[in-house]
């Protein structure tokens, strides 16, 4: 298998997208990659799949290699999409991740995905046996409390506009992968003002 070297540390090019993030969070030694690559498991799932169900505790945290995925949740009985992730990300429940309680979304891949999950204990075991995991960890908690936060006031305190914006601004090609529909609920307006703030971007 091809090797690639990221600061110094070889891996192998079928998880260049998750090493990248990896390293980018909090630089591991090869060591501690290793014990970390140990515990993933390749999986390739299809458009359409759910990894969690809202409702259920999640045991397992998953890795996108290649893909997309969104987070959603009902109410009255609506999809309400608050949440996209693309290559190199970390997908998971916090409730679960966190309290191992039932989580509040539904995590569902938007296209042909190759993931890698790992177990929920077998990270918490790493982190209890390598000060380096350990930090790392941290820092991925962090992390995501972060995005958590910075959605919530994204929806709190931008107008539609803003939000499509800063979406985006983190994702340039994310209306070419994702479904307008999807979008439209993520910035909480329906399609054809969607199609209204699209157009006047394109004319501005």
């Known amino acids: 298998m091809v090797k690639l070297s990221i600061d110094g540390i070889l891996c192998t090019s079928s998880m260049e997208n998750i090493l990248k993030k990896v390293h980018q969070l909090y630089p591991l030694s090869q060591k501690a990659l290793e014990l970390f690559l140990a ?51 970390m997908v998971m429940t916090l409730l679960s991740y966190i309290a191992n309680k039932p989580g509040y979304e539904t995590i569902e891949l938007l296209e042909d995905s190759t993931l890698y999950e790992m177990n929920h204990s077998y990270l918490q075991n790493l982190y209890k ?24 006031l994204s929806q709190q305190f931008h107008s539609a506009r803003e939000k499509y914006e800063a979406l985006l601004e983190l994702y340039p090609r994310i209306t070419e992968r994702v479904q307008l529909g999807y979008i439209a ?19 501005s």
């Open 129 to 152: 046996e390598n000060i380096e995991l350990a930090n790392w960890g941290r820092k991925m908690a962090e992390e995501e409390f972060l995005k958590a936060e910075k959605r919530f």
């Open 39 to 89: 515990g993933m498991k390749q999986v390739a799932l299809p458009k359409g799949a759910l990894l969690v169900k809202e409702g259920e505790i999640s045991s397992k945290i998953y890795f996108l290699e290649n893909g997309a995925v969104r987070a959603f949740h009902y109410k009255e009985d609506k999809e309400v999409t608050f949440w996209f992730g693309f290559e190199g990300e």
């Open 185 to 203: 609920s993520y910035l909480g307006i329906n399609q054809v003002t969607l199609s209204r703030i699209r157009s006047g971007l394109r004319h």
